[in-house]
């Protein structure tokens, strides 16, 4: 990872600012470490102090490498000290600044998004949960291009978005594949597009189609001759076969059934771990949110705005039920309950 | 599938026994009330003497082409107004008002415009079916689920793409109904065409039935209107759209 300004300033150990997080019980240091570095200015240290040592402490030295924050722990008599330096985030992705959307709806205009801010990094999992028409779709179709902010400007790839594209693909919850075609013709729609050779579709095809897990005797099947979970895979397999930078997934697991939607979990985690692609998921469910994502942002609505966000650090894969996916989620629930927001959809969502 | 065959044969046969039984018993004289032998020698003698084989000739010719002008108009129009708004307010309502005008209304100002010609019924029989398959395709544009074009536009699809590869694909059962519909008004519209003044063609046979006082021709012409009407709407379009049905998994919905 490049850094312009070395870590020279870190030889100092002269901070700008100071977080003693051994006060009271801190859950989640991750975040204070996250929302404290975003107040600071370029190049200004921080020094977080624990009792704990760093690993356990929710794991900080390994959310600065993948921020590419350079960092140094020092033990003093059981007390950890991290020095983390901010540097601007260089490999951002997508970067979503100011935007707003409203909508002309019968009786005036209804704000749908407020001013949402937000960055996310090459190779991040992000999950966006959040109770339903609280917006998370209409900013998914903003990042897609499918749609345009009222104001401010999103950046995917370094290129302001102007309109969709095929570097940032969306997976839609259900119903999206095209019954006219076979299985392997929706995989290969968008590479016939590029104009991709006839051979080189069907390979493409045949393997992404293995890689989300769809035998080969569906391969020649209509859409409307599989199940639910297998729709879904192939959905998924039509999207990745166009390999996007980003990946833009909107509730794709959230009519199937437990066992399927846990089964496609896996496939997902065991996919971004191999290829270390960007993607965000929309999801109104607590738990899957927490099993699937680095980052869990969760919107609020009326305007739609991201409430708070999360650092999930549970090692992959992460399964439901897990002790730690459950303390999160409750966490995360608690927090969503707090604020008295459509509790009960996400509560529901979260049992 | 075996029990309809038998009962249609056996249904058939009685209604021709009982029709040959009626004519026998000679209430009515025979150039009122034909016999179904009659029909069957005119039948016969039409094919053999190629007067009918002409006429077939003739009808179809006109049918086809008219037909498929009318496929290639509402097939435009009927994107044009399933896309555009604008145009759909406006157009629209123009081919909802025709679609109710029977297209033999056409035929003075057809004949106004290009006189006693093959033009003239052609007109007649473009304008007896257009609409019908302009509704078909403009229906079938407007109900393809908007998730289908999104999907298609995020792969990277715009332009010519979206219509040739989503738009037309997914209207393709509407758009099939369409055409059926178009068929039977083209063939309606050319048959009364052919009866008002066409020389040569199936109408034209049935007004020299008349003209004759050949009752059994006429006869002979009307069941093979029938035949060729039914056959084409049977063998090509119910099996057409049977296909597309099942393939779009519209059947076992
Ligand atoms: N095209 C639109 N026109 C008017 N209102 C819309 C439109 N799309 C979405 N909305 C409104 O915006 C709100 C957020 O919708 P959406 O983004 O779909 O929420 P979510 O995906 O979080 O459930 C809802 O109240 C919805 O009614
Ligand atoms: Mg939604």
């Known amino acids: ?114 001013d949402i801010d937000l960055t996310i990094r090459d190779g991040e999992f992000v999950t966006v949960v959040g109770s339903s028409g609280c917006g998370k779709s209409t900013l998914l179709n903003l990042i897609a291009g499918l749609d345009k902010p009222t104001s401010g400007r999103i950046f995917a790839n370094g290129k302001r978005v102007e309109g969709p594209g095929s570097d940032r693909v969306v997976v839609f919850q259900e119903g999206a594949l095209f019954p006219w075609l076979t299985v392997r013709e929706n995989v290969e729609f968008g590479l016939k597009l590029r104009r991709v050779a006839p051979k080189i579709r069907k390979e493409m095809a045949q393997d992404y189609l293995k890689l989300v897990g769809l035998t080969e005797n569906f391969h020649g099947s209509y859409v409307h001759q599989l199940s639910g979970g297998m729709k879904q ?103 969503i309950r707090e604020n008295g927001e459509a509790v009960d959809e996400v509560q529901e969502a979260a049992v | ?73 509402g097939l435009l129009i009927g994107l044009a107004i399933g896309r555009v708004k604008v145009l759909d307010e406006t157009v629209g309502t123009i081919v909802l008002g025709f679609q109710a005008l029977p297209s033999i209304c056409w035929l003075p ?43 298609a536009r995020t792969m990277g699809a715009h332009g010519i793409d979206l219509y040739m590869k989503v738009i037309i694909p997914a209207a393709l059962p509407s758009i099939i109904s369409g055409l059926k519909q178009g068929w039977s008004f083209a063939w309606r519209a050319l048959m009364a065409g052919e009866l008002l003044y066409v020389s040569i063609g199936l109408g034209h046979l049935l007004t020299m039935g008349r003209e004759l006082n050949d009752i059994s021709q006429i006869i002979a012409v009307m069941i093979i209107i029938i035949v060729i009407g039914i056959t084409v709407d049977r063998l090509v379009f119910t099996k057409l759209e049977n296909r597309v049905r099942e393939r779009w998994g519209l059947l076992n919905a």
């Open chain 1, 1 to 114: 990872m490049k850094t312009v300004n070395p870590p020279k300033k870190l030889d100092s150990l002269k901070p700008e600012k100071v977080i003693d997080l051994r006060q009271a019980i801190c859950p989640h240091p991750l975040n204070v470490i996250r929302d404290t570095l975003r107040a600071l200015r370029e190049n200004d240290v921080l020094l977080a102090v624990s009792d704990h040592e760093p690993t356990a402490l929710e794991n900080a030295p390994r959310f600065c490498e993948r921020r590419g924050y350079p960092f140094r722990t020092v033990e003093q008599e059981g007390v950890w000290n991290i020095f983390i330096q901010k540097v601007e985030d260089r490999d951002a992705r997508l970067k979503v600044e100011n935007v707003s959307k409203t909508f002309n709806s019968g009786d005036g205009k209804v704000s749908v998004l407020n």
């Open chain 1, 233 to 335: 895979r192939v959905a998924l397999a039509r999207a990745l076969v166009m390999e996007p930078a980003i990946l833009l997934m909107d509730e794709p697991f959230a009519a199937l059934d437990i066992q399927t939607r846990e089964s496609l979990q896996d496939e997902l985690q065991r996919i971004w771990v191999e290829s270390r692609k960007t993607i965000i998921f929309v999801t109104h469910n607590v738990e899957e949110a927490v099993i699937l994502g680095d980052r869990v942002l969760v919107f609020a609505k009326n305007p739609g705005r991201i409430k708070s966000e999360h650092e999930i650090d549970i090692e992959r894969p992460r399964q439901p039920g897990h002790p730690e996916v459950f303390l999160y989620t409750k966490w995360i629930t608690d927090e």
């Open chain 2, 1 to 73: 599938m075996k029990r309809k065959v038998i009962l249609l044969t056996v249904f058939y046969l009685l209604l021709i026994g009982i029709w040959q039984g009626v004519a026998a018993l000679g209430i009515w004289p025979p150039y009122l009330f034909p016999s179904p032998s009659g029909v069957f020698d005119s039948l016969l003698a039409g094919f053999q003497d190629n007067s009918f084989t002409i006429g077939i000739l003739a009808s179809m010719k006109r049918v086809l082409i008219g037909y498929f002008i009318s496929v290639a108009g």
């Open chain 2, 109 to 151: 100002i057809a004949l106004l415009w290009f006189g006693l010609s093959e033009s003239a019924i052609i007109l007649v029989v473009v304008l007896g079916s257009l609409f019908a398959v302009t509704i078909g395709v403009d229906a079938g544009v407007k109900n393809v689920p908007p998730i289908y074009l999104r999907a």
